[in-house]
Each structure stands twice: as structure tokens, then as C-alpha cells.
């Protein structure tokens, strides 16, 4: 049976949380709340814990079954793409529950990267300790020679559970320029030789040049979707642009919900609300809502199969 990950911290449908997907999450502004929620109400727990009685356990068997898929043999070095149809679609925090459950779950090193087109909270959700700019990272690999994993984590934060982050600057104005496509296929193949997984969280603009430098050296890619028909249409077109641009990058897409929103999107997946994730707060695995946590860890094992599958 394969070990719970400790806290410190077209495919088939799952269920995925975050915040409105119109506006603003409450969970990317800047002052994150002091009091941390757990993602179950005491009444969706009980319920949770009836209804896995009732079922003679399929509910925890269900989360043992996609644990056991994050944890499965994989090609060493790949590479999983988040992109948001649109902003506010949650890709951050999509990256964030992927690499949590990614370093937690195998016990390897695994690195999330903050590589929008923007300013990112990435390092905000993982919990990072310290500033971790990717253009630091980038520098160090383009001047000095990385030959152990230390070396390759020098410039990165440590987030606990072998997660590592690096990200990009705080205020918009600063933000970094689009990455090219080979100065980031020499960042991406140095990170691949001492990584399990890197996690990149590519942003809202997935048909720029921007994501096409990020997709020129992914295995995978996931699509983050808000809810709602006129979504689900838009991110079928997005699929099938990226399927004749990319046709080497296996597709997984998710819809999150919100609390104000419960239509489901025609997509892979959906990730149900959870009010730890909306909370603002960095992200603990054991504060997720027992239905996110099995979301969570079933679109994560999806991902990694399908960049393995590359």
C-alpha cells in the first residue's frame, strides 16, 4: 500500500478547488489569511466518512488507487505544463497541489517553476521560506556548471517534503520578459537531470509565444478551465490548436469550481471548491477537503502518466 504523503508542508473525469474563476482568488491576494481553514466543513466530513462506510471503503480505496498512480515508475526528468484558458482559472494553484502531492507522495526531488508572463504566488502557495527568482536560476545555469542536485537547487526555495521553487518577480513592472524557447530548453533539460518531475506554472496566455517556448519541451501539459458551457467550448478549441501545434504533448484538462459556481465544464476533470485552498494561505496537504485531496491526487496521477507516455 502506498504511503499518504506527510504534510509540510481526450482522458476520464476527476474532481479538482480554488477560487472564483472570473475574478480574482481569494487565495492569490497578497495578505494571506492568519487563521488557516481546514478544506471540509464538520458536515462534509461526516458525510464524506459516512458515505465511505456505506460503500465499504471505495471512497479511501479510491485515494489509495490514484496515489498509487503518482507513485508508479516513471521516465526520471519530466516536464508537466499548467496553463490557464483564461485568468483566475487557478493554474497556480493547480501547480501547487501537483507538486506538493508529486515530492510528497514519491520521495523525490521535485520543482515547481513560476514562468508566466507575469508576476506569479506560486512560491506564496508552496509556502517558501526565502525569494527565489528564476532569472537567478537561469544566470547560475548559464555560468557556472551544475553537476549535483545542489548545484541545481542553489538559486531555488525550499518548500519541505523534496519540493523546490523558483519563481518570478514580485511587482508585475518587474516581471520578467518571455522566455525563449532555447534559453528555456536549456533551463528546463539542466533541471531534468537531477528532477523527477518539474512542475511549470506557464499562466493564462497558452496560445502566446511565451507558452509555445514552455511547450516546446514539455511531456505534458494541463489545462486549467473556469466552469460553464462557454468555457468548456473555449478550452475544446484551445485542445484542439494545441493538439496541431504540440501533437507530442499529451493533454489533461481540468475545470475548477468555485462556491459560486457549480456548473461542470465539459472537460477531463473538476476540481471541487475547497475552503483551504480559497483561504489565502499557503498550501498544507492535510487541511484538503477529503473529495480535493482525492481530486487532487488522481488529475496528478493522470498528469504524470501521460507525460511519461511521451
Known amino acids: 500500500m502506498p504511503a499518504a504523503p506527510t504534510d509540510e508542508p481526450k482522458t476520464a473525469p476527476v474532481e479538482v478547488p480554488p ?3 472570473s475574478v480574482p482568488a481569494p487565495h492569490a491576494t497578497s495578505g494571506a489569511v492568519s487563521r488557516r481553514k481546514s478544506g471540509d466543513t464538520w458536515w462534509e466530513r461526516v458525510r464524506f466518512e459516512v458515505t465511505d462506510a456505506v460503500t465499504s471503503g471505495s471512497l479511501s480505496e ?24 483564461a485568468g483566475g482559472a487557478a493554474s497556480t494553484t493547480v501547480a501547487a497541489l501537483m507538486a506538493k502531492l508529486l515530492g510528497g507522495i514519491r520521495q523525490e526531488p521535485v520543482i515547481a517553476v513560476d514562468a508566466t508572463d507575469r508576476s506569479g504566488n506560486l512560491l506564496r502557495y508552496l509556502g517558501a521560506s526565502q525569494t527565489a527568482l528564476l532569472t537567478d536560476l537561469m544566470q547560475q545555469f548559464r555560468t557556472q556548471p551544475v553537476r549535483t542536485l545542489p548545484d541545481s537547487v542553489k538559486n531555488a526555495a525550499a518548500c519541505g517534503n523534496h519540493v523546490f521553487a523558483a519563481g518570478r518577480a514580485d511587482v508585475p513592472a518587474l ?4 522566455i525563449g524557447l532555447q534559453e528555456w530548453t536549456d533551463v528546463s533539460s539542466t533541471l531534468s537531470r537531477f528532477m523527477a518531475v518539474t512542475v511549470v506554472d506557464g499562466g493564462a496566455s497558452p496560445l502566446s509565444r511565451h507558452a509555445a517556448a514552455l511547450l516546446g519541451t514539455a511531456h505534458a501539459v494541463v489545462l486549467v478551465s473556469p466552469p460553464g458551457n462557454p468555457e468548456a467550448a473555449k478550452l475544446a478549441s484551445l485542445q484542439e490548436s494545441l493538439g496541431t501545434s504540440f501533437p507530442d504533448v499529451h493533454q489533461v484538462a481540468v475545470v475548477v469550481r468555485s462556491r459560486q ?19 489565502g494561505s499557503s498550501l498544507q496537504l492535510s487541511r484538503l477537503g477529503s ?19 511521451a
Open 19 to 21: 477560487s472564483s474563476p
Open 62 to 85: 479510491r485515494l489509495i488507487r490514484a496515489s498509487s498512480a503518482v507513485e508508479a515508475p516513471i521516465t526520471t526528468g519530466r516536464r508537466i505544463v499548467i496553463l490557464g484558458t
Open 175 to 178: 516581471a520578467d520578459a518571455p
Open 261 to 279: 459556481n457549480h456548473e461542470a465544464a465539459l472537460s477531463d476533470g473538476v476540481l471541487p471548491y475547497d475552503r483551504h485552498l480559497a483561504s
Open 291 to 309: 473529495r480535493t485531496r482525492i481530486a487532487a491526487t488522481e488529475l496528478t496521477g493522470k498528469a504524470l502518466m501521460a507525460a511519461n507516455r
